[in-house]
């Protein structure tokens, strides 16, 4: 590796990486440093202990997804031997080595905390979670009775021998290696006992039993209350000990979609081959396993000692999240109640979720354009009330929208099988290919199609990630048409603990532009440019270039430049070397990225005028927001992408430009206040490293508390002091 960055070479405008590998960071050391931060919520003193487990369980489970999707992209690059992957020139083989060497002390010092720290904490407000060795006489009884009950009935033990292999051990599963002795025989043997997914993983005893007082729950993991049992399934032998382990595999989907004649049911295929031929990733092992049996599992699996995490206490720790729905408001975060908007609240969405005013909405949005923050603004009041009034409304003839991830029991899927009840056209794009969502999509793209819904999946070999609804209404003689953009899925769930923006609006140009690229993602269409929305892959990246190169033409002409960027990640190297061309000519950079950047701030020379935070709280920041200065001529935009090669040049996304002016001030206090943040925001070092800022003799300035407090009392008050300061 490089010991110092070089000048900018080539042409600015290249798609490869214009400085030396140094001042790129690689992506996926930069994803674990921000799972880091999440691991930093759990052991914060000041976190609520209940709050410590959901940030615990959230550390876990971004690992598995790491696993299954990262981890083994680099094993297949490794394989097929490629030697550089990536601007910041590490090799698979030297990623996969960091990684581990990385990720090794995070994972230590997450059980160590669970462990020696929250777990005793627990236990002295109540919940407490107990080994089976800590049991009295009248628990184990009553576990006895349910684990004959309730659980053996379930377990299946399986044999390895000669003519029986390892047998098949489904991704995420949790299972017992057991030892058995066959007295007869003179002989050790190994069996195999998976834990079912059915059964819960922590098992609820009664608070009446033992001695523990003022318990509010009282349990044990699952795998302990079954190992005292075995027995039972190996009748004639002896159980010696067992090992509890857990396998990752490979999980991503493998598609040639210019091959498919039905992409469902090509999707489908291969969700049934992901659980047939996806390889480990890795292996974790309950510590105190015989080296010889995870010898034995890591030969079956394929995997060697890199892959192995051998864990000091309860493997699966993502399984905790359980705890975090007891009723235990002292030990969480204070509640928040979504609000209103200022101006909607006049009308309230009945029970059922249909508003008999619904005129009165679209009569607002033909006054002016609307603007929700959620969670802080109430979901259901708003977007999902534009869907389902639309659904109801006589007027409406069309509805058409996105759908890339919502929830299991979607009130706005019912929304549109309602809307096609009621004679309307409508017409959902449904992303198929949502990561781990493949199996809902294809289930809620089959109850759409049977109610009449004409469903579509895209553009061919592109993922269509556009948050977007399109309402097409008679109003007298004329059609007008309504319109969302937004930054988040439409998914009332994720929507109470996501920061997400929307945009609601009837400009024509927003519904001219909506409906032409409806065109695009169902019909054959080769539009290149719209009138107001910038859209990926067709000329989305070329505007964010020529938006920074005019900050850089600012800069050069001595006069005021800015850049303001609130992103999920930045990654892509195009991007990321014309921000360090803006930083050299002057130009004044703020980059608010919740998870992987790959761009390093305070380069001497590069990167100098750049900074970076992160903010890591209670809600997901998910929101997209850019800002440029644009020679006084501020331009602000909301929406789906990314700075991600894969957003800007493999999926379908789009950002909308915010012209309101008074909107625009809303957004900018926005990112006003997130950049003082001073309590959970983190500032990126050069080295990629994160230190979070702490009050000091400053008043505490906690950006999600301060967007609360606004929006509590109707967002009144601060607007007019935006200043988006240029230093």
Request: overall charge negative; glycine content about 6%.
């Amino acid at each position: 590796m490089a010991s110092n960055p070089q000048v900018p070479r080539g042409n600015p405008h290249s798609r490869m990486a214009e400085f030396s590998p140094y001042a790129y960071l690689n992506r996926e050391l930069s994803w674990l440093e921000f799972n880091r931060r999440i691991l930093h919520q759990a052991l914060d003193s000041g976190t609520p202990l209940l709050e410590a487990i959901r940030f615990l369980s959230s550390f876990s489970d971004n690992l598995d997804e790491f696993f299954m999707v990262r981890v083994a992209a680099l094993k297949h690059q490794q394989a097929d031997l490629v030697t550089q992957t990536g601007p910041d020139g590490l090799s698979p083989q030297q990623q996969l080595h960091a990684i581990s060497k990385t990720l090794r002390p995070m994972v230590r010092q997450q059980h160590d905390y669970f462990g020696w720290q929250l777990r005793p904490q627990l236990a002295g407000q109540g919940i407490v979670l107990l080994d089976y060795g800590d049991l009295e006489v009248d628990q184990r009884d009553y576990l006895s009775h349910y684990v004959e009950h309730q659980i053996l009935p379930v377990l299946t033990s399986l044999k390895v021998d000669p003519g029986q292999p390892l047998p098949y051990l489904s991704n995420l599963s949790l299972n017992l290696a057991v030892l058995l002795t066959d007295c007869q025989a003179a002989a050790t043997t190994i069996a195999w006992v998976k834990i079912p997914r059915v059964l819960p993983r922590l098992v609820t005893l009664p608070t009446t039993l033992g001695s523990q007082p003022h318990c509010r729950w009282l349990g044990l993991p699952l795998e302990q209350a079954i190992a005292p049992h075995l027995a039972t399934l190996f009748p004639g032998l002896e159980v010696v000990a067992s090992y509890l382990f857990r396998v990752t595999r490979d999980a991503d989907l493998a598609l040639e979609e210019d091959e498919a004649d039905d992409l469902m049911l090509v999707i489908e295929q291969e969700l049934r081959r992901r659980h047939l031929r996806e390889s480990a990733v890795r292996l974790e092992v309950q510590s105190g396993m015989p080296t010889s049996l995870q010898h034995l599992l890591m030969q079956a699996l394929g995997l060697d000692s890199t892959d192995v995490y051998e864990i000091k206490g309860l493997v699966g720790l993502g399984d905790l999240i359980t705890l975090t729905a007891l009723p235990a408001p002292d030990l969480k975060e204070s509640s928040w109640t979504p609000v209103i908007p200022t101006g909607l609240s006049t009308t309230v969405p009945s029970v059922d979720g249909i508003d008999s005013q619904a005129a009165d909405l679209f009569a607002l949005l033909r006054h002016q354009d609307h603007l929700f923050h959620h969670p802080y603004h109430s979901f259901v009041a708003t977007v999902q009330r534009f869907i389902t009034q639309a659904a109801a409304d006589p007027q409406v003839l069309a509805i058409k929208m996105t759908l890339y991830r919502t929830s299991g029991d979607s009130p706005i899927v019912k929304a549109l099988i309602a809307a096609a009840g009621n004679g309307k056209q409508v017409t959902v794009v449904v992303e198929l290919k949502a990561r781990f969502d493949e199996e809902n999509n294809i289930h809620w793209a089959r109850q759409l199609e049977q109610a009449g819904v004409h469903v579509v999946y895209g553009v061919l070999g592109f993922k269509t990630h556009v948050k977007m609804v399109l309402v097409v209404r008679r109003e007298g003689d004329r059609i007008n048409r309504y319109v969302h953009f937004g930054t988040g899925n439409y998914n009332p769930k994720t929507a109470r603990s996501y920061t997400d923006l929307g945009l609601l609006s009837a400009h024509p140009d927003l519904g001219a532009d909506a409906a032409e690229l409806f065109n695009y993602l169902t019909g054959y269409s080769r539009q290149c440019s719209y009138r107001q929305i910038l859209v990926a892959p067709v000329s989305l990246r070329q505007q964010l270039v020529n938006l920074i190169q005019g900050e850089i033409d600012q800069a050069d002409r001595g006069r005021q430049a800015r850049i303001i960027a609130k992103l999920n990640a930045l990654v892509d190297p195009e991007l990321t070397a014309l921000l360090y061309k803006a930083s050299q000519a002057g130009v004044s950079i703020d980059l608010i990225v919740r998870g992987i950047c790959c761009l390093r701030p305070g380069l001497a020379g590069i990167s100098n005028n750049i900074r970076v935070i992160s903010i890591v709280g209670p809600f997901l920041e998910h929101s997209r927001l850019v800002y440029f200065h644009h020679g006084g001529d501020e331009i602000l935009l909301i929406g789906s992408a990314d700075w991600m090669t894969s957003n800007l040049d493999q999926r379908v996304e789009v950002l909308v430009p915010i012209r309101d002016r008074v909107l625009q001030s809303e957004l900018k206090l926005i990112l006003d206040l997130a950049l003082v943040d001073n309590c959970q925001a983190w500032d990126m070092a050069t080295d990629g490293s994160y230190i979070q800022r702490r009050p000091g003799v400053e008043s505490p300035r906690h950006f999600q508390q301060l967007m609360m407090a606004r929006y509590r009392r109707g967002g009144r008050g601060d607007v007019n002091r935006v200043t988006i300061d240029p230093t």
